[in-house]
Protein backbone atom coordinates (compact mmCIF):
# COMPACT_ATOMS: atom_id res chain seq x y z
CA UNK A 1 0.00 0.00 0.00
CA UNK A 2 1.54 3.23 -1.10
CA UNK A 3 1.12 6.62 0.50
CA UNK A 4 0.23 10.05 -0.56
CA UNK A 5 3.52 10.98 -0.12
CA UNK A 6 5.26 8.42 -2.06
CA UNK A 7 3.73 9.67 -5.43
CA UNK A 8 4.89 13.36 -4.69
CA UNK A 9 8.35 14.22 -6.39
CA UNK A 10 11.55 14.06 -4.54
CA UNK A 11 11.50 18.12 -4.58
CA UNK A 12 8.38 17.84 -2.74
CA UNK A 13 9.02 15.01 -0.68
CA UNK A 14 11.80 17.30 0.93
CA UNK A 15 9.67 20.54 1.32
CA UNK A 16 7.33 18.68 3.30
CA UNK A 17 9.83 16.74 5.90
CA UNK A 18 11.94 20.14 6.17
CA UNK A 19 9.03 22.25 6.54
CA UNK A 20 6.08 20.19 7.75
CA UNK A 21 3.47 23.07 7.68
CA UNK A 22 3.71 22.88 4.24
CA UNK A 23 1.89 20.09 3.66
CA UNK A 24 -1.15 20.36 1.28
CA UNK A 25 -0.66 24.07 1.21
CA UNK A 26 1.84 24.59 -1.85
CA UNK A 27 2.79 23.79 -5.10
CA UNK A 28 6.60 24.11 -6.79
CA UNK A 29 7.08 26.78 -9.38
CA UNK A 30 10.86 26.13 -10.15
CA UNK A 31 13.57 23.44 -10.07
CA UNK A 32 16.54 23.52 -7.73
CA UNK A 33 18.61 26.88 -8.89
CA UNK A 34 21.72 28.12 -6.49
CA UNK A 35 22.40 31.20 -8.15
CA UNK A 36 19.89 33.05 -5.99
CA UNK A 37 18.62 33.04 -2.09
CA UNK A 38 15.40 33.36 -0.82
CA UNK A 39 16.41 37.61 -0.24
CA UNK A 40 16.89 38.09 -3.79
CA UNK A 41 13.30 35.69 -4.96
CA UNK A 42 11.63 38.27 -2.68
CA UNK A 43 12.94 41.27 -4.19
CA UNK A 44 11.70 39.62 -7.25
CA UNK A 45 15.86 38.79 -8.71
CA UNK A 46 17.09 35.45 -10.22
CA UNK A 47 20.23 37.06 -11.23
CA UNK A 48 22.18 36.93 -8.08
CA UNK A 49 22.58 35.87 -4.90
CA UNK A 50 22.69 38.44 -2.17
CA UNK A 51 24.85 37.62 0.86
CA UNK A 52 27.62 39.68 3.25
CA UNK A 53 29.95 37.26 2.31
CA UNK A 54 30.27 38.75 -1.70
CA UNK A 55 33.61 37.40 -2.36
CA UNK A 56 32.97 36.04 -6.18
CA UNK A 57 30.07 36.42 -9.10
CA UNK A 58 27.29 35.40 -8.61
CA UNK A 59 27.31 36.21 -4.63
CA UNK A 60 26.75 40.72 -4.30
CA UNK A 61 25.56 42.75 -1.37
CA UNK A 62 24.53 46.55 -2.55
CA UNK A 63 26.84 48.91 -1.91
CA UNK A 64 26.40 51.39 1.48
CA UNK A 65 24.29 48.74 3.06
CA UNK A 66 26.24 47.65 6.11
CA UNK A 67 27.50 43.57 5.19
CA UNK A 68 25.54 42.10 7.99
CA UNK A 69 22.70 39.23 7.85
CA UNK A 70 21.04 41.74 10.05
CA UNK A 71 17.25 42.80 9.77
CA UNK A 72 18.30 46.47 9.86
CA UNK A 73 20.38 45.83 6.97
CA UNK A 74 18.23 43.77 4.80
CA UNK A 75 15.52 46.00 5.56
CA UNK A 76 17.45 48.75 4.25
CA UNK A 77 17.93 46.54 1.02
CA UNK A 78 13.79 46.23 0.45
CA UNK A 79 13.43 50.02 1.32
CA UNK A 80 15.99 50.97 -1.49
CA UNK A 81 13.82 48.49 -3.56
CA UNK A 82 10.49 51.14 -2.33
CA UNK A 83 9.03 48.66 0.50
CA UNK A 84 9.29 51.76 2.67
CA UNK A 85 5.89 51.24 4.71
CA UNK A 86 5.66 48.53 7.41
CA UNK A 87 2.38 46.57 8.45
CA UNK A 88 0.96 44.21 10.55
CA UNK A 89 -1.57 42.59 8.27
CA UNK A 90 -0.52 39.48 5.65
CA UNK A 91 -3.75 39.81 3.76
CA UNK A 92 -3.87 41.00 0.49
CA UNK A 93 -4.46 45.00 -0.43
CA UNK A 94 -5.38 46.32 -3.38
CA UNK A 95 -2.51 47.97 -5.47
CA UNK A 96 0.19 46.90 -2.86
CA UNK A 97 2.58 44.05 -3.05
CA UNK A 98 4.22 42.78 0.67
CA UNK A 99 7.02 41.04 1.65
CA UNK A 100 7.70 39.01 5.24
CA UNK A 101 10.80 38.28 6.88
CA UNK A 102 11.26 35.60 8.90
CA UNK A 103 13.53 35.49 11.96
CA UNK A 104 14.65 33.54 14.77
CA UNK A 105 15.34 36.30 16.99
CA UNK A 106 14.57 40.09 16.72
CA UNK A 107 17.73 40.90 14.53
CA UNK A 108 18.30 37.54 13.02
CA UNK A 109 16.36 37.09 9.63
CA UNK A 110 16.33 33.67 8.23
CA UNK A 111 13.83 33.51 5.27
CA UNK A 112 11.48 36.11 2.65
CA UNK A 113 8.51 35.60 1.34
CA UNK A 114 6.99 38.09 -1.36
CA UNK A 115 3.34 38.39 -1.73
CA UNK A 116 1.53 37.61 -5.43
CA UNK A 117 -1.24 38.94 -6.78
CA UNK A 118 -3.53 36.29 -6.20
CA UNK A 119 -2.81 37.20 -2.56
CA UNK A 120 -0.56 33.86 -2.31
CA UNK A 121 2.98 33.98 -1.20
CA UNK A 122 6.06 32.57 -3.44
CA UNK A 123 9.50 31.46 -1.30
CA UNK A 124 12.82 29.98 -2.84
CA UNK A 125 13.35 26.94 0.06
CA UNK A 126 17.06 27.39 0.73
CA UNK A 127 18.89 26.20 -2.65
CA UNK A 128 16.08 24.10 -3.47
CA UNK A 129 13.03 24.84 -5.09
CA UNK A 130 10.74 27.69 -5.53
CA UNK A 131 7.26 27.61 -4.28
CA UNK A 132 3.61 29.36 -4.08
CA UNK A 133 2.11 28.74 -0.68
CA UNK A 134 -1.18 29.61 0.99
CA UNK A 135 -0.36 31.57 3.89
CA UNK A 136 2.90 32.56 5.56
CA UNK A 137 2.74 30.29 8.83
CA UNK A 138 3.57 27.31 7.34
CA UNK A 139 7.00 27.77 7.15
CA UNK A 140 7.29 28.76 10.94
CA UNK A 141 8.89 26.44 13.10
CA UNK A 142 12.76 24.83 13.43
CA UNK A 143 13.87 25.82 10.47
CA UNK A 144 12.77 29.58 9.36
CA UNK A 145 11.43 30.96 13.38
CA UNK A 146 8.39 33.06 13.05
CA UNK A 147 7.34 35.72 11.23
CA UNK A 148 8.62 38.92 11.95
CA UNK A 149 8.38 41.84 9.89
CA UNK A 150 5.93 42.78 6.94
CA UNK A 151 6.79 45.60 4.22
CA UNK A 152 4.87 46.36 1.48
CA UNK A 153 5.36 48.98 -1.12
CA UNK A 154 2.78 50.30 -4.00
CA UNK A 155 2.39 47.64 -6.86
CA UNK A 156 4.57 47.69 -9.42
CA UNK A 157 3.22 47.48 -13.17
CA UNK A 158 4.70 44.08 -13.71
CA UNK A 159 4.99 41.34 -11.19
CA UNK A 160 7.33 38.14 -11.25
CA UNK A 161 5.77 34.79 -9.77
Not at 23 to 35: I, P, V
Not at 47 to 67: E, H, K, M, R, V
Not at 78 to 102: H, M, N
Not at 141 to 157: E, F, H, T, V
Amino acid sequence: MSSPFSSLGRDEQWAIMTFPGIAGRFRKTSNFDENYNCLCWALGRTDTFLTPAADIPPYSWPDGIPAEWSTSAIREIFVRAGYTEETDSIELEDGWEKVAFYVENVDTPTHFARQLPNGRWTSKLGMHIDVEHDDLNCLEGPRYGRLGLILKRRRQSQDRA
